[in-house]
Each structure stands twice: as C-alpha cells, then as structure tokens.
C-alpha cells in the first residue's frame, strides 16, 4: 500500500501538538506539505516534523502536490472555502472543530463532500477520550434507561485565549465557537445526537479584557497573534435546548468568570435507571433498592493521536470516521440558534 501524502494548513499550536506529530509517526503517511501564511514559522515546524515542502498559499499548495488528505487548522472563518478548495482537487479533509462559522456554508459542505465523494472529519477530538468512550457503553448500552437531563460545562476562571479568537471576523464567535462547541458536540454525541426542537441561550461579555497577574492563558505560537486587540465576543455563555424526545441539556461556558475553576470538560446525564457522570467517570444507580455508585476503571490515552489515526484508517479504507460532515453541520445550526436566541432574547424554535 502507498503511503497517504498528507498536507497540513496553519502552522499554529493546534498543528504543532495534535497534527504534525502524529502524521509523522503514522507509518502510512508521508507528511507532503505545509502550508501557512508566515513563511518562519511553517518552515520551522516543517523542519521540525519533516514536512517536504512549504508553502505561504494553500491554493499553490494544491495545484503542485498530489495529495490524499490534509489537516485544516486555521481561523474558524477559513474554513469553508479551504475544505472546498480540497475537495475540488479530490482531497480528503480532517478540519478543526466548528466545520465552519455559516448554516448556508455547512450545508454547502455537506452537498460538496457528498457529491465529490470525499471524506470530510470534523476535529471533535474529545470522543476520542478513552474515559469518554467508556460512558459512552453504559448509555449505548441503554443501562441508564429513559434519558431526560445533560448537563456540559466548561468553566475556566482566568482563560481567555489570545490573538484571533477575540476577534469575531476571524473567529465567528467567542467561548461558544471555541470551546462550547467541544462541550455542546460531547454531549448531544453521548445521548445518541437527538434532534434539536427548541434553544433559549444568552452570551455575555463579562470580564472582557483583563490585567491578572500570574493567569495562565492560551499563547499564539505567531508573535504578531499575542494580543487581543480586537474583543468583540462573548466569554461566557449559556442555553438550554430541547430535543425531541423530551431530552434538555443544560449549557454552560466561560473563558473566564468570577466563580470556581472546572476547566475540564464536564458532563453528566441522568436517566430514569441510572445516572453517570464523566471526569471523573462515575455511574450512579440502585442495586437491591440501595444506592450505589460504580467508578469506571479506565486508563488514559493520547486522544489526539486516536484522532489522526482514526482519520488516516478511514481514508485508507474509504470509510465514514466518527464525526461526519453531517454531524459537523447539525452542531454548526445549533451553535447559531444558541447565538440567534441570545441575539433576540427569545427562544428559538427549529
């Protein structure tokens, strides 16, 4: 079998740590390409990880390489017109989470991958988690029984991330389209992906800018993307939705707030047989009409390489991967009703 060319575009840290490292190691895959608009820093990683060749556009990058698939790890703006440049030059395409920031764009996705025939992944790397997976059985497994309540957060103290992510032309969005998605797509994937009936969600900006001394926060590895000159988004953000069937989920996230830190990603979800929880993972029920609670005994793992290996498998074997393109577009329409109820201040029905 020949191995996989592989291009990846944006040399920023999400390429460095969960892409480049694991197309390297990947023994069916030649790291091809690299492209990126800041020559210094696509070459540096390029020598880094091996990558044969650099490019400051990715449209060049596409018409001189023959390449099986590519990494999209770029602005959540960017993201449209480069999966579709890929599929019209027959690429495969793993994109960082959201597929992209537009209901008109991710529907346009959706035809363009299917009429091309082109696999198109969604960067969803949290059900990956081998603790995830793990929950993932018991409620698989119908051992929870009727499902009727989840809750996801992620509550970060002092986190706000700097450069682009501010920046709502660049971004779409604020701590929903950065990590709310991560948690909104966690959990709607863990009780079954039921369809959305109603959203009633509110986005705040309540700490805004801040001067903190000694908090930690997402550094951009371009020295030009350090700052957030430009702060037009949310850093909290909350929505109840309702899904058909009865099922409510409870939103919460926050690239800071005046509140306690639980910066992991938090779900639990509660039946009419059992309830369990995830970090840590813990399945709670009743047993003889006492109350018990059972903790899952899992051993990590680096989710980021399942989720390049998982890619890889499934364009060597031609095979739809865990999250679609399909799945992609349905958490996009929830993501803008959330950012549509907050708009109006009203419930959004679908």
């Not at 991330?161 to 501010?166: E, S």
């Not at 919460?252 to 707030?257: G, Q």
């Amino acid at each position: 079998m020949e191995r996989l060319r592989v291009g990846v575009i944006g040399a920023g840290t999400i390429a460095r740590v969960a892409h480049l490292p694991h197309y390297q190691s990947h023994p069916d895959v030649e790291l091809a390409a690299l492209a990126d608009l800041d020559a210094l820093r696509a070459r540096k990683l390029a020598d880094e990880f091996g990558a044969k060749a650099v490019y400051t556009d990715a449209q060049a990058m596409f018409k001189q390489e023959r390449l099986d698939a590519v990494s999209i790890c770029t602005p959540n703006r960017t993201h449209a017109e480069l999966v579709q440049t890929a599929f019209a030059h027959g690429v495969d395409v793993l994109v960082e989470k959201p597929l992209c920031s537009d209901a008109e764009d991710a529907e346009r996705l959706v035809a363009a991958a299917e009429g091309a025939g082109r696999i198109c992944m969604v960067g969803m790397t949290h059900r990956f988690r081998s603790d995830v997976q793990a929950v993932k059985r018991f409620l698989d497994a119908g051992d929870l029984g009727r499902l009727y309540y989840v809750r996801a957060h992620i509550l970060r103290r002092r986190g706000t991330p700097a450069g682009w992510f501010t920046d709502k032309s660049k971004s779409g969005g604020g701590c929903l389209m950065d990590i709310g998605v991560h948690a909104l797509d966690l959990a709607w994937w863990m009780v079954g992906m039921p369809d959305l009936v109603s959203v009633s969600g509110q986005l705040v900006q309540g700490i805004g800018r801040y001067q903190t001394l000694m908090a930690s926060r997402w550094q951009s590895s371009d020295a030009a993307n350090q700052e957030n000159q430009v702060f037009d988004v949310e850093d909290f953000a909350t929505a109840y939705l309702r899904f058909a069937g009865g099922l409510v989920m409870q939103l919460e996230v926050s690239w800071a707030v005046n509140g306690p830190q639980d910066d992991a990603l938090k779900v639990d979800v509660f039946g009419d047989r059992g309830g369990i929880t995830l970090d840590p993972p813990v399945f709670y029920g009743e047993h003889n009409r006492v109350l018990t609670e059972s903790r899952l005994s899992v051993e990590g793992n680096d989710f980021y390489r399942d989720e390049i290996y998982h890619f890889v498998d499934c364009v060597q074997r031609r095979q739809q991967p865990l999250c679609t393109v399909q799945q992609g577009q349905k958490v996009v329409q929830m993501l803008l009703a959330i950012v549509r109820s907050a708009e109006t201040g009203r419930e959004v029905r679908l």
